[in-house]
């Protein structure tokens, strides 16, 4: 159990769920790519943090202490990430942080710094199934939640979603880290499973000023299709150098190339047919609150993945904290994280009204289900959740929602591919 010093005075209880002046701070650690490869996306997801902060403020704290995120600039590098980390528990002592995104970052983080440290790290867009083996391999303390799906599901999703549309023959092309890799195993896995050809599974390094070599081992084979498996920046140069090769402009995307600034960079004209997946959403009372509130705070609300598991990790850990009784010890808030997400809890919502309707609820000692703008979480022993998969795709030149892969669908598919 980790102990920590929060200076200032004595907290103030909220009663009957109006909130009091407030004379202490509890400070919530994140470490997110705000520049790097995933500084475009990343920009985003902090948002959905910051607004679940004011949501929690606007509630009247927790445990009777204002709120504040601690935000870390990562770069999209593990090196960057660490020190970040290192940075918030042991100069700033914060319990939980709310991160990384890159699963290689969080990978890193999680094993050198909050697991060792009885942190809490609860990552909002990392998906890669590495993390699920840390936590059964018993290196995780309990202390690692996400509430991303794991690629493990993505695989399967993206696998069914470019057989059932009429791909027999894809080629993949891979980022170099834990994201990468583990999204390529388990697609190729799937594909073939399904009856599919993979005519080429090829890695590739990041901040490479070309590619060439790389794109050109990929179309052997005569591919129908590219599986593009990175973020924008390398992502962009590799759709590039694609194109320019002769390669065919019908592309399977992830989560990780969700975003309209890489179709603009690329050119909008180039994307023929897309196969886009990413975490979706369930649609809930939640859903509907987090993006009048985003679009109230922010002015726009764009077409990507994880604003929504931002704001929901970050709320899920604000939430542990009240029903724990405390904002230091963090052994009972990991504890707590699962009693306000449990099934057989009293339902809540997101925005700060339902959120303000929770604290009162949690001083009785409630136990809490907590439904989402993401949908409702439940996290299994390696802190790993089930979701759906949104279907994207690029028409008119902007990224659009098609569809839903839900997890019924999924887990079909993978009943199939294991007989």
Known sequence: MRKFLILGAATIPLLFGTALAQSCTVTIGSVMAL????????????????????????????????VKLA????????????????????????????????SGITTAILTSVTAPGHVILISPASTSPTLTQLGKDGKTGGYFFRTAPSDALQGVAMADYAYTGGL????????????????????????????????????????QPSYRSEVNKAL????????????PGDGTTIAREW???????????????????????????????????????????????FKKEFQAKFGSLPTQAYMTNAYDA???????????????????????MRKVTDPNGQKVYAGANELQAA?????????????????????DAYGDVA??????????????????????????????LAK
């Open 220 to 231: 052997g084979g005569g591919p129908q299709a590219l599986f593009l498996i990175g973020y």
């Open 314 to 336: 970050t709320v899920i850990v604000g939430l542990a904290m009240d029903y724990a009784k405390t904002t230091t010890d963090t052994a009972a808030i990991r504890d707590a």
């Open 35 to 66: 520049t790097g490869s995933l500084g475009v996306l990343g920009q985003q997801i902090a948002k959905g943090a910051q607004l679940a902060v004011a949501d929690l403020n606007a509630a009247g704290g927790v445990d009777g202490c204002t």
């Open 359 to 379: 604290a009162g609820l949690l001083k009785l000692g409630t136990t809490l289900q907590y439904i989402g703008a993401t949908g409702p979480l439940q996290f």
């Open 168 to 207: 027999r023959k894809v080629a993949v092309l891979y980022l170099n880290n834990a994201y990468g890799q583990g999204l390529s195993d388990q697609f190729v896995k799937a594909f073939k499973g399904l009856g599919g050809t993979v005519t080429q599974d090829v890695v590739y390094n990041p901040d």
């Open 71 to 102: 935000l870390s600039d990562d770069q999209t590098q593990a090196n960057v990430g660490v020190d970040a980390a290192k940075k918030l528990v042991d100069v700033q002592h914060v319990p939980a942080i709310v991160g990384a995104l890159s």
């Open 243 to 289: 194109v320019a090769s002769g390669g065919p402009q019908t592309w399977l995307l992830p989560d990780g190339l969700e975003s309209q600034a890489f179709v603009n960079d690329v050119g909008p004209s180039y994307f023929k047919k897309v196969y886009g997946t990413a975490p979706g959403t369930t649609d809930t009372p939640s859903l509907a609150t």
């Open 387 to 416: 979701g759906p998969y949104v279907k994207w795709t690029v028409t008119g030149g902007n990224v659009k929602e098609t569809g839903m892969i839900t997890v019924s669908e999924i887990e079909k598919v993978q009943a199939e």
